[in-house]
């Protein structure tokens, strides 16, 4: 493994050495798009301006994968570049390196995108992107190669499986009861939990979004491909609005890293953000008016 290591620290040095400023800030755009924040703003949008089932469906892989990356980097801790050679990162980041999530994610994320239409350009823009949002982590000196081929390859099999089993799954899961469907969600959650205590991000957002929507399908029966597209602005605007101040606002009130009860907090603020997105901003888009006067007709 050390070899593979020392391979991939010579081929971050011989990319870089055509780097400049320039590229820098481009690489550093491009790699910005497998962020967290990305998925926390463009998933929510899908989910409240587009289609509520295809953004639940997204939320779901994306966070699949999610957690199978945070998984692995826990079960083989394996070092950044950086770690090794410090003058070769050129972002700050934390955690292990193995596979890597940027690439994983991004395949997993357009790819499913991708999916939705049938036109080439669709399916080029699902390919090129994962294959620059990986050359940017090696450019960026925060992953080996080895670590992009691993998310690469982790995230081609997820979303595979997806596309293949995914819908037949749905179908299953939506055909019984309401106190099953529960008793999965929680039961999944305490299982992803367990398999990885130190993840508290994806379980609680698991739970928050599934459950979330269950109860916003019963309640509130919201639909994102209502309403202008005036009216699809003011829900995005409104609703990300609120997001922010609970992903931020509760990260600041809450305990940092190290003290006690941080890991309970970090659950907490993260399924309080998915309880907003999938059921909180859909009932307060309804009682604002935010819906077209057909739809709030219907669902009282």
Known sequence: MEQVMQWGLEVITTIQKVGNPFLDTVFKGITSLGNEEFFLIVIPLVFWCVDTKKGIRLAMVVLLANFVNQFFKEWWQQPRPF??????????????????GHAQGAVVFWGVLGS??????????????????????VYL??????????????????????????????????????TRQVIILVATTAVLQLLNLKDTMSPALFLGMSGGYLLMKLFV???????????????????????????????????????????????????????????????????SGLLTPQLREGTR
């Open 83 to 100: 770690d090794l050679r410090p003058d070769v990162g050129l972002i700050e980041v934390e955690g292990f390196g193995l596979p890597s």
């Open 116 to 137: 939705w239409f049938t036109k080439p350009w669709n399916l080029l823009v699902a390919i090129i992107l994962p294959l620059l949002i990986g050359f940017s982590r």
């Open 221 to 287: 029966k919201f639909d994102a491909s209502a309403g202008s597209i005036l009216l699809k602005l003011l829900r995005f605007i409104m609703g990300i609005t609120v997001s922010a101040v609970i992903y931020i606002g509760l990260k600041s009130l809450f305990p940092g890293e190290g003290s006690p009860g941080y890991h309970v907090f970090r659950f907490l603020r993260y399924f309080l953000l998915a309880v907003w997105v999938a059921l909180g901003a859909p009932w307060m888009f309804k009682i």
């Open 141 to 178: 000196g925060v992953h080996f190669p080895t670590d992009v081929f691993a998310g690469w390859g982790i995230g081609l099999f997820i979303l595979g499986s997806y596309l293949l089993a995914g819908k037949l799954f749905i179908e299953w899961f939506l055909k019984l009861s309401i």
